[in-house]
């Protein structure tokens, strides 16, 4: 009996029924078939070696696409931890999961003996061995009795629970290669000698199913590509984030610390404070320019405000609450409440709006100690918050001059960035019909001004869809900052109004807009983007002047106050230390121009430019210097 397989392309091809995924590759191109990781049945991913049995849509999964890479990767976890219970003994080793994280994978396993780097070099040596065997990767579906009946005797708990917790109607599979089983729905390579280039990273601890009430497991992080080039690139990069890590870099530079006296709350010390500033001023003179106003709204305010804007029953679980006077505070969570009582201050007429109401407000959010890190996950930062009170034909002109905005911003920076247009969630507040109005005016935006975006289905806000700016950094990872939402539900909520041109009240609708999101995440990675070389304008010391020896320091003072004078930022080495010492010491906290002093440039009022890029010093008079760092600045770079 004939069945036919439709390709992606529309061609239509017939094959005996039975035939498998991995004959079809093979029949339509020898390399398709050599360079397949699975196949797609009906949108539905299968191995290799399982059959076609009725007319379907057919799918050959390159190992070089994001889901064959996926594959490649599980399969190497499973491969990882074939070779741990090799090494280690079949009943001595206790098996969790092992799924696919970004950029690799991770097996959670129950070991007795803590595993060490030199474990995890002996436990890759395995690897290849069981590699090289090249055994069969086989997919076998079992019966939920059959699967404890095999995981009892295989003296696998963590298994057992896995299966008792599948859905009664689950279809259950196990994988077997060589001597190896393992629950999985997969698919995975059809042989252990498919699996190309991978590298054991490092071992952490991980509560058992991410309960902290469960048992404490050790997580062996690895991560695996199709070509030993992409995989030494990877860990290249991943060894310059080491380097460029702003927890490391924030300490040597002097930016912020973090206290056990505060946990997930950073200090920000003077440096730090510097550039925290500068950003702020920066967004607020372009804000200044497109008619925001500026306020501040309290850091804690009666619970009944988060009741009723729907804060309290989406975010009670990360908020702190007191009491006062025998009534439930909270400290904010978002400005977003205290910008609505804002606008609800003092009637409005339709001429006023578009109102612009910007904050840099400090929310707090509760975190669990083990997911805090450094300033990218915090318990408290500072949101660049701004809510726009618009008419409804006001819309889309209004998110093109944010569009814009953020635009403009990124760019001083150098990020480049992708869109996603993030749709209602599960838990969404409001009527069907506001949602769609919300999402579709966002989406005409988008395409109207021919920008490109994916649709993040269900990542909205519980109260509108929102745009998501992901800035890529130096390093080419993704971090999501800016964010536009529209909003149709808080004016409902707060009953907010405005006297349109026929003396009737109508409802405003509302544009909530960040472009840095969290101002400490923000700093966080820019620290890691610039790896602590931060742009002129963003330095915490533009200028390091050093004397040769100590006959220089009064002539260094004598610049200092010529450079001070001219809004520059600049610190004197007056120590009685060598002048390597002094330039190597400058070099390392990153300062853009060291400014040379001797007897040559005293008796010519002019310094010895040597820049942080170089090692060559170029004359120049107190005049050029100033000029050339004050045109660094003011071009922001």
């Known amino acids: 009996m004939e069945i036919k397989a439709t390709l992606p392309d ?14 079809i590759a093979e029949s339509i191109s020898p390399s398709l078939r050599k360079n397949a990781a699975a196949g797609k049945l009906d949108g539905r991913l299968i191995d290799l070696h399982q059959p076609v049995k009725q007319d379907s849509l057919v799918e050959i999964i390159m190992l070089d696409s994001e889901e064959g890479q996926n594959i490649h990767r599980h399969s190497t976890a499973h491969l990882m931890a ?60 079992v019966t939920r009795e059959e699967a404890l009946d095999i995981f009892s005797a295989f003296e696998e708990p963590l298994k057992l629970e896995l299966i008792h917790d599948l859905p009664a109607d689950a279809e259950i599979s196990i994988y077997d290669q060589g001597e190896f089983s393992d629950l999985c729905r997969g698919p995975h390579l059809a042989s252990t000698g498919g699996i190309k280039a991978f590298k ?87 804000q200044r320019e497109r008619d925001y106003d ?93 809510h726009l009170f618009v008419l409804p034909e006001q819309i889309e002109a209004e998110i093109g001059k944010v569009l814009e905005l953020i635009d403009h911003i990124y760019k001083v920076f150098g990020f480049e960035y992708k869109i996603e247009l993030s749709t209602r969630p599960e838990d969404y507040m409001g009527s069907d019909e506001l949602w769609d109005q919300a999402e579709s005016s966002l989406q005409q935006v988008l395409e109207k001004r021919g920008i490109k975006y994916r649709v993040n289905e269900g990542d909205g806000a519980f109260y509108g869809p929102k745009i998501d700016f992901h800035i890529m950094d130096a390093l080419k990872r993704s971090w999501q ?108 906290q990153k300062v853009p121009y060291m400014l040379v002093l001797g007897e040559q440039e005293k008796n010519s009022s002019s310094v010895s430019v040597r820049r942080r890029s170089g090692s060559e010093q170029l004359p120049a008079s107190i005049e050029e210097i100033v000029s050339q760092i004050r045109s660094d600045i003011e071009a922001r770079v």
């Open 481 to 588: 900052c800016g964010t536009i939402q529209l909003d149709f539900q808080m004016p409902e909520k707060f009953d907010l109004t405005y006297v349109a041109e026929d003396g009737n009240k109508q409802r405003p609708v509302v544009i909530h807009r960040a472009v840095y999101g969290s101002i400490d995440r923000f700093m966080g990675i820019i620290t890691e983007h610039f790896s602590g070389a931060f742009p002129v304008w963003l330095s915490p010391v533009q200028a390091k002047l050093l004397p040769v020896s100590e006959n220089y320091v009064e002539y260094g003072l004598e610049v200092k106050r010529a450079l001070e004078k001219a809004g520059i930022r600049v610190e004197l080495d007056s120590r009685n230390e060598k002048l390597g010492l002094k330039i190597r010491e400058a070099q390392l």
């Open 10 to 23: 529309g061609t239509v091809r017939r094959y005996a029924q039975g035939t498998t995924i991995a004959q």
């Open 200 to 286: 054991l990273l490092n071992v952490a601890g991980a509560y058992w199913r991410g309960n902290s009430d469960n048992k404490m497991l050790q997580r062996i992080y690895g991560t695996a590509f199709i070509k030993k080039a992409q995989l030494d690139e990877h860990l290249y990069m991943l060894e310059e984030a080491k380097k460029r890590d702003h927890r490391k870099l924030g300490k040597e530079l002097g930016l912020f610390m973090f206290s056990e006296e505060a946990p997930g709350m950073p200090f920000y010390l003077p440096k730090g404070m510097i550039i925290r500033t500068e950003l702020e001023d920066f967004a607020r003179g372009l």
């Open 82 to 141: 074939q070779a741990i219970k090799r090494i280690y003994g079949e009943k001595k080793v206790k098996l969790g999961i092992g799924p696919v994280i970004e950029d690799g994978f991770y097996y959670d396993i129950d070991i007795e003996k803590p595993l060490s780097t030199e474990d995890l070099a002996a436990i890759e040596q395995e690897m290849n061995r069981i590699v090289r065997e090249n055994l069969p990767v086989v997919r076998r579906v």
């Open 294 to 386: 500026e306020v501040r709204s309290p850091l804690m305010m009666n619970n009944r405000l988060w009741e009723q804007s729907g804060h309290y029953n989406h975010y009670k679980d990360n908020m702190y609450f007191t009491h006062v006077d025998d009534a439930k505070f909270a400290l904010k969570p978002m400005n977003c409440p205290g910008h609505m009582l804002v606008y609800k201050n003092s009637l409005h007429s339709y001429r006023e709006l578009p109102i612009r109401i910007a904050e840099f407000g400090q929310v707090h959010r509760h975190e669990f100690s083990g997911a805090l890190g450094g300033m990218m996950r915090v318990r408290t930062f500072c949101q660049d918050d701004a």
